[in-house]
T-cell receptor, first 114, second 114 residues
């Protein structure tokens, strides 16, 4: 069965500090990988995506993620966090072999302290 | 481009009632997927519509049904509402011919069942 694990439910970082949010997946096909961000009461905004090619992908708002096939991971990083980054972050996996439905992790809530 | 739009924004129903939620996809998109996001959880795939047919379905009972219209807009219907159906319902649109089936999400409809 397809599954996505985000081990950290909550993370608190200081403004200006670096950030890494973890994502591990279990999938029986070549995955497409996504990171979405959700502010309270809002829908999901796509931060970045990996389909193929270069395993380090750049996204919006200064975020990047690295696909590591050997570790089944797709961790999200940002070198310097801003207070406006406080939100909930979701990792998601899809594959054409599974009809392109997205399987989401449970999310990581990011708190930024000033 | 208005992006993905959903209506209504909020809805309150009582147990046993029926509800219809609506979604208009992003311009140029032909595929609509529906997700249920319970409080504190990641979105769960309900089903996907393409060419006015249900193409794929997640692990949801038959009380959940849908429809896609010739203009690609979609409805989600839930019959015999249960308290556990209270959630944020997200619609996502995509282009079937696109790489990786990148999905764009609407703001969601918050359903409360009393």
């Amino acid at each position: 069965a397809q599954s996505v694990t985000q081990p950290d439910i909550h993370i608190t970082v200081s403004e200006g500090a670096s950030l890494e949010l973890r994502c591990n997946y279990s999938y029986g096909a070549t995955p497409y990988l996504f990171w979405y961000v959700q502010s309270p009461g809002q829908g999901l905004q796509l931060l970045l995506k990996y389909f193929s090619g270069d395993t380090l992908v750049q996204g919006i708002k200064g975020f990047e993620a690295e696909f590591k096939r050997s570790q089944s991971s797709f961790n999200l990083r940002k070198p310097s966090v801003h207070w406006s980054d406080a939100a909930e972050y979701f990792c998601a996996v899809g594959a054409r072999e599974y009809g392109n439905k997205l399987v989401f992790g449970a999310g990581t809530i990011l708190r930024v302290k000033s | 481009d208005a992006g993905v739009t959903q209506s209504p924004t909020h809805l309150i129903k009582t147990r046993g009632q029926q509800v219809t939620l609506r979604c208009s996809p992003k311009s140029g998109h032909d595929t609509v997927s529906w997700y249920q996001q319970a409080l504190g959880q990641g979105p769960q795939f309900i089903f996907q519509y393409y060419e006015e047919e249900e193409r794929q379905r997640g692990n949801f009972p038959d009380r959940f049904s849908g429809h896609q219209f010739p203009n690609y807009s979609s409805e989600l219907n839930v019959n015999a509402l249960l308290l556990g159906d209270s959630a944020l319902y997200l619609c996502a649109s995509s282009f079937a011919g696109g790489a990786g089936n990148e999905q764009f999400f609407g703001p969601g409809t918050r359903l409360t069942v009393l």
